[in-house]
């Protein structure tokens, strides 16, 4: 028992220490972005990344863009509420998921209206309003898939099915922020904030929740 308590004692530092150096980062891309210190490496690379412009890619960063946006999550959200309300039966997790993922929605919103960045007007492949940093996109991604990922590596017993989740979450959240990249509605500098933001707000919901539930987050097996 003793054991098991020291492992989650070291889990829980680990989980501080990633939400801390995260907002750490955040608040100094934020620093960064504010006295415009970015810019020509911002620039330089959204040009690399567009000299790959071809219809097919814009075809699939427009449905990755589409699959970010605030409505398919919210699908998606529900999906997954209805899985562990049914299937896997962790109702106590649904709670986890709602203030994850729609609290970085409101929390995003925020940080917009704070730093009131104009979004890039190079060469832009769909039309979008709003402010620019951090990228919403970036940040329901980074919070969803990681939440997700979270929640359904306990139900996963074989190394190979965490290893195919864990590449899954990952291959989506970077897809998804360099598709704003190359549609041309975001600097990389906006896609790294959000990731920054929503990784400092996940991992601080995380130690919260198995703080306060007593949920390990990752069996021993």
Known sequence: MSGQMNWASGRQRWIFFISLISFVGF?????LVKFQLLAPLDLAIITSIQNLE??????IA???SFIGS??????????VIAVLYWVLRRRTEILLLIVVVFGSSILNLLLKLIFQRVRP???????ITGYSF???????????YSVLAYLLWRHIDSRTGRGVLIAFAIIMILSIGL????????????ILGGYLASCAWVSFMVRYYERRMGKRGFPDA
Not at 27 to 31: D, E, F, H, V
Not at 54 to 59: A, E, Q
Not at 121 to 127: A, K
């Open 27 to 31: 608040i100094i891309m934020a620093a």
């Open 54 to 59: 071809h219809p097919f890619i814009t075809d």
């Open 62 to 64: 427009i449905g990755l």
């Open 70 to 79: 605030i409505g398919p999550v919210t699908v998606l959200c529900l999906i």
């Open 121 to 127: 007007d190079i060469h832009r492949l769909v039309e």
């Open 134 to 144: 951090p990228s919403g996109h970036s940040m329901g991604a980074f919070s969803f």
């Open 179 to 190: 598709s704003r990249i190359y549609l041309g509605v975001h600097y990389p500098s906006d």
